[in-house]
């Protein structure tokens, strides 16, 4: 039986915790609880001890724990059994559309919203449109593809979305730096571009997070949805990172389907979009119920 010493999943060091992460790294092992076997994919030093970034395999819920290294193993073909290898598996088969765009298990009422936070000049975030949301659907889970370049210069935003209490967030991994060139082609651009560090995009994003007492969850958005087939065999192989993409982007009126991965854009840069999505509303909550992304790939 594993000890772990502490596990606290939402928020697991006081928001005004000073002290920095180091060493963050790739580390991969598995290990066995009960009937569940658990990812580890991270490993990083916080105030002279060291913590883990662990995955259940059968709900993809992340945990950061510190843990008794000794049963620590190796991946092994029971990992590539779990419903997390699969779903993994699947969703970076195909960079097309940066990856899975429509919730895999028969739940016909279920639809997953996500909200964008790519770097923006614009002041604020969609406040008013958040706060309508949750009016008409009350507590709301809702996935937040955040960069770090949105969250270091909207401080305040930022932790107004942390504090809404009727919001149930699933942090996204939205990139680092999230680079974009409005003059290149999209071949060359976003995550495509010759100089990406991918280590650092992925991995810096997390640390931003962890420091915050945020825990980064298993889902990935590319920048621009723009992937190529290296990039999606680093996040199966290397990251552990099921990418998402979307089949109703709201302001490219696409409509919301059974199922849906929903895109909208919170950083104020798609108004069009949400302007859209507040319209549909009502209709939609007639026929759907926003799930938790999780639930997308797992019952
Ligand atoms: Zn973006």
């Known amino acids: 039986m594993l000890r772990l010493i502490f596990s ?21 092992k598995q290990y066995q609880e009960n009937d569940t076997l658990f990812l580890v994919s991270r490993r990083f030093e916080l ?3 060291t913590f883990y970034l662990t995955t259940n395999t059968q709900t993809l819920q992340t945990k950061v724990l510190s843990l008794d290294t000794s049963k620590l193993m190796p991946l092994d073909e029971r990992f590539l059994q ?11 088969a195909s960079f097309a559309k940066g990856g899975a765009t ?22 604020g975030y969609e406040s008013a449109f958040i706060e309508h949301l949750t009016k008409q659907n009350g507590k709301t889970p809702i996935a937040i593809a955040l960069s770090s370049a949105w969250r270091e210069h909207h401080k305040k935003e930022f932790e107004a979305l942390v504090k809404n209490p009727l919001l149930e967030i699933t942090w996204v991994n939205h990139t680092h730096t999230h680079f974009y060139d409005p003059k290149l082609p999209e071949h060359q651009n976003f995550m495509l571009h010759k100089n990406t560090d991918v280590k650092s995009e992925i991995l810096g994003f997390e640390k931003t997070l962890l420091e915050e007492g945020l825990t980064p969850s298993v889902f990935f958005r590319f920048p621009g949805l723009i992937a190529d087939e290296k990039l999606m065999r680093e996040l199966k192989e290397t990251y552990f990172l099921i990418p998402l993409g979307a089949n109703a982007w709201i302001a490219k009126n696409e409509p919301i389907k059974k199922g849906s991965i929903i895109l909208i854009h919170g950083n104020k840069n798609e108004p069009q979009g949400i302007a859209m999505m507040q319209k549909k509303l009502p209709e939609v909550l007639k026929t759907y119920r926003f799930k938790p992304i999780q639930e997308a790939f797992v019952k």
């Open 102 to 123: 429509q919730g895999v298990m028969a739940n016909d009422k279920a639809i997953y919203l996500t909200m964008d936070l790519c770097p923006s000049a614009k002041k």
């Open 82 to 92: 779990t419903p997390f290898a699969k779903q993994l598996s699947n969703a970076t």
């Open 8 to 28: 606290v999943m939402l928020c697991w060091l006081p928001l005004s915790a000073i002290e920095h992460i180091e060493h963050y790294e790739i580390f991969t």
């Open 47 to 49: 105030g002279g001890a």
